[in-house]
């Protein structure tokens, strides 16, 4: 099974960047749907976007047009590039993987291994 670790979070102030990475154990075509997540304090896990074995990108309409995912199966990392950060973009941030091709793309309960997270803060 495929591990995953986060890292590139931190504290920028909006309209900033921040470009976060996910390095896993193995990334290769066979796994279906890697995405990110976020959290926020007192708030549901939500999906921010996702991205196919094949390349096909989703995104969720608050980040859409900001946000850009990208795989790089060769090196194995998933990148999350922000812009245009938002202070309602504050959140603890997961990249996680799945091994079904079928459901929502961003329904968070449909992945099954989680890296621990990495945490932006974006101020005002």
């Known amino acids: 099974q495929v591990q995953l670790g986060e890292s590139g979070g931190g504290s920028v102030q909006a309209g900033g960047s921040l470009r976060l990475a996910c390095t896993g154990s193995?990334?290769?075509?066979?796994?279906?749907?890697i995405g990110w997540f976020r959290q926020a304090p007192g708030k549901e896990r939500e999906g921010v976007a996702s991205?196919?074995?094949?390349?096909?990108?989703y995104y969720s309409n608050s980040v859409k047009g900001r946000f850009t995912i990208s795989r790089d199966n060769a090196k194995n990392i998933l990148y999350l590039q922000m812009d245009s950060l938002k202070p309602e973009d504050t959140a603890m941030y997961y990249c996680?993987?799945?091994?079904?091709?079928?459901?929502?793309?961003?329904?968070?309960?449909?992945?099954?291994?989680w890296g621990q997270g990495t945490q932006v803060t974006v101020s005002s």
């Open positions: 996680a993987a799945r091994q079904r091709w079928t459901g929502s793309v961003l329904d968070p309960t449909s992945y099954t291994t």
């Open positions: 193995a990334y290769t075509a066979d796994i279906p749907y």
């Open positions: 991205v196919s074995g094949m390349g096909s990108t």
